[in-house]
């Protein structure tokens, strides 16, 4: 009997890539899918999938859709057995919402009710998805915590995300479909995104080209490696929430939990780009700028709830963690 496949949206985005990486590294089998759309260089996303092929293809489907299409999706699918779901597609940033809000609708909205009723249908052991440590909007005080409100967002991305979190404890209430949703904290490595700060620093500094500083550094992130984030990610997916009537973190009595990943340590911006400026060998050229729409100053991740339930430590400080990106950035541009 051939051994049941875990399903994995977003496969050839960033963090997709890496927990597919790892799944089939244990022996799992896995279905990829992903709409491969042009919000960035769509030949990193090939890049990507051909990085997940080496060596391990018996093991690997990939499937091109966009699973907000949900005639597409049950289609694509309806030859596949899986018993596990890791739900990591979307659409991401919070700038890019600013200009083209129906995006977020399409993919985060409509995409996640999709999923939620593939799994409810399905009968799905679990189902694993992305949520955002930007859902914790205006009123939040640091570090923040599962359990504090989240009802003022600062950008739709944000919204739509709070709104998948909703929707999954609606699920699990209704059908007891067991669910987890993770809110990743600014999450940065190898064959990251390219509009994102690690990415956008590091080429524009090995190029000599100035770099815009918001808020004129003074923000702060919760950097976190993307090691740390599939080990979180894979914790999870193998210990779905019971469905026991306890209060999960989140604060659902239904089988949903909520879980913050996150380096627990907030960095300032100006300590990210002196790391980069060192592993490039060059200092950057600042171009100080105020505050973005809807970004928020400060992210800092409380872990507690993950590390009590499964165990969750990050282990990559940024000092490690930033040469490793800007090492293989050289590589894979060849500079």
């Not at 907000?68 to 919070?94: C, E, M, N, P």
């Not at 907030?266 to 050229?285: F, H, K, M, N, Y």
């Not at 729409?293 to 400060?298: E, Q, S, V, Y």
């Amino acid at each position: 009997m051939s051994k049941s496949a875990i399903l994995v949206t977003g496969a050839a985005g960033f963090i997709g890539m890496h927990v597919t990486r790892q799944l089939l590294a244990r022996g799992e089998r896995v279905i990829g899918i992903d709409n491969l759309n042009d919000y960035y260089d769509v030949r990193l996303k090939h890049a990507r999938l051909a990085e997940i092929g080496r060596g391990t293809n018996r093991d690997f489907e990939f499937l091109e859709l966009d699973f907000a299409d949900d005639k597409a999706l049950d289609t694509a699918l309806s030859a596949h057995a899986f018993d596990r779901i890791v739900h990591l597609g979307a659409q991401a940033g919070v700038r890019y919402s600013i200009d083209n809000p129906r995006a977020y609708i399409h993919s985060n909205i409509a995409g996640h009710l999709n999923m939620l009723e593939l799994a409810r249908h399905r009968d799905i052991e679990h189902m694993v998805y992305a949520s955002s440590s930007s859902i914790y909007g205006g009123d939040a005080t640091l570090p923040f915590k599962v359990d504090d409100r989240a009802d003022r967002p600062l950008s739709l991305y944000a919204a739509t995300k709070r709104a998948d979190e909703l929707m999954s404890d609606t699920y699990a209430h209704l059908y007891r479909t067991p669910l987890t949703g993770l809110r990743f904290f600014t999450v940065y490595g190898p064959w990251g995104r390219p509009d994102m700060a690690m990415w956008l620093f590091t080429s524009a500094i090995l190029e000599g080209r100035p770099i815009n500083v918001f808020n004129g550094g003074d923000m702060r992130r919760d950097f976190t490696y993307i090691d740390d984030i599939v080990a979180g990610i894979v914790a999870c997916l193998d210990n779905p929430p019971s469905d026991d009537g306890a209060v999960k973190a989140g604060g659902s009595i239904s089988p949903h939990r909520l879980y913050n990943i996150g380096n627990h340590k907030s960095e300032r911006l100006d300590r990210l780009i002196e790391l980069v400026e060192a592993a490039c060998g060059t200092p950057a050229i600042r171009v100080p700028l105020p505050m973005q729409p809807g970004d928020m100053k400060d992210t800092f991740a409380d872990i507690d709830a993950i590390q009590r339930d499964l165990g969750y430590a990050p282990t990559t400080s940024i000092e490690h963690g930033v040469p490793r990106f800007v090492d293989w950035y050289r590589s894979y541009k060849g500079t």
